[in-house]
């Protein structure tokens, strides 16, 4: 396999792009080629199958949806408090939206992951660790909850996400207004499970 990093990189980001426009029916190597302007049979160099194409993909997106340490930092650095975990959650958000394209493409990768075994054990583990890293950054913030008050975060933003970004039911919510919503909601006393 051709060994250049940043080329690799550049490929996987043009694919996420096809991958995001044209859904997954439209993602190729030749794609992928043309999206990059690079010259035909290129990305299957870097990618000798689909597969391989898409769990490059599944890598890429998540490398580009870390959290910038230093604002995981500040937050971490503030005393406990629905305000606190008010932020991450909008920092969440904002990280996900602020390419949609990107989450987009997300979102047609975990449906592609149904049907490729291998791309779902992968992307799964992916989302498993950035749940564990969620879960982390709340035990370590002295937040209130634990790993099923975390689940329902995810199960709710996934919601969210899915909705602003692509056909929705146009309530016309404040995102913001959703997101304190869930907080408080999430934090709040509750009966026991």
């Known amino acids: 396999m051709v060994r250049n990093p940043e080329r690799r990189a550049a490929l996987a980001d ?3 792009r096809v991958l995001a426009a044209t859904g997954a029916r439209g993602l190729t190597h030749r794609a992928v080629d043309a999206e990059s302007k690079v010259p035909t049979g290129t990305a299957s160099n870097y ?12 890598e890429r997106i998540m490398e580009r949806f870390a959290p910038d340490e230093e604002v995981l930092a500040r ?7 629905l305000e606190l975990f008010t932020d991450y959650v909008r920092y969440i958000v904002e990280r996900t939206t602020r390419e949609p394209d990107l989450t987009r493409a997300l979102i047609e990768l975990r449906l592609e992951a149904v049907r ?3 791309l779902g054990r992968a992307l799964g583990d992916t989302l498993r660790r950035g749940y564990r890293e ?5 035990a ?3 937040l209130p909850g634990g ?3 975390i689940a329902l975060l995810h199960y709710a933003l996934d919601g969210l996400l899915l909705d602003l970004l692509t056909t929705g039911i146009d309530t016309g ?6 997101v304190v919503a869930f907080v408080a909601r999430l934090v709040a006393p509750s009966p026991s499970r």
């Open 116 to 118: 490729h075994p291998g």
């Open 134 to 138: 969620d879960l982390a950054f709340h």
């Open 147 to 149: 790993a099923f008050e």
């Open 14 to 16: 043009a694919g996420l």
């Open 75 to 81: 937050l971490g650095a503030r005393e406990p408090s």
């Open 140 to 142: 370590a913030s002295g």
């Open 173 to 178: 919510f404040d995102p913001d207004e959703v």
């Open 47 to 58: 990618f000798r199958s689909r597969d391989a194409l898409l769990s490059a993909l599944g």
